[in-house]
């Protein structure tokens, strides 16, 4: 079954760096576009970053929030996925959840991994 596990939340002052990985299986990563999520409290889960299949060139997008300071990447061969954050803020503050879109019949499925915890403070 499709499986995807996030690593690398924690504590981390503001300015400071953290980064997270997601880890697939289950499905055929290479041919998933794959996703960072976040939900902060009392807010809606947003999209923080996205990165495109193999077959897509590998294309990244980015909300204007985290523009220049955070990047995605992805490594097919090992089925994983990076979000380097730099300059974090307070508002960075969320549950961060890894995204999958896999391909289906023409059309996709998404799936979610259970979601790492990630608190900027002083």
């Known amino acids: 079954q499709v499986q995807l596990v996030e690593s690398g939340g924690g504590l981390v002052q503001p300015g400071g760096s953290l980064r997270l990985s997601c880890a697939g299986s289950g499905f055929t990563f290479s041919r998933s576009h794959m996703n960072w999520y976040r939900q902060a409290p009392g807010k809606e889960r947003e999209l923080v970053a996205g990165?495109?299949?193999?077959?897509?060139?590998?294309?990244?997008n980015y909300a204007d929030s985290v523009e220049g300071r955070f990047t995605i990447s992805r490594d097919n061969a090992k089925s994983t996925m990076d979000l380097q954050m730099n300059s974090l803020k307070p508002e960075d503050t969320a549950v961060y959840y890894c995204?999958?879109?896999?391909?289906?019949?023409?059309?996709?499925?998404?799936?979610w991994g259970q979601g790492t915890q990630v608190t900027v403070s002083s």
């Open positions: 990165i495109t299949s193999a077959s897509a060139g590998g294309s990244t």
């Open positions: 995204n999958a879109a896999i391909p289906w019949f023409g059309t996709q499925r998404y799936y």
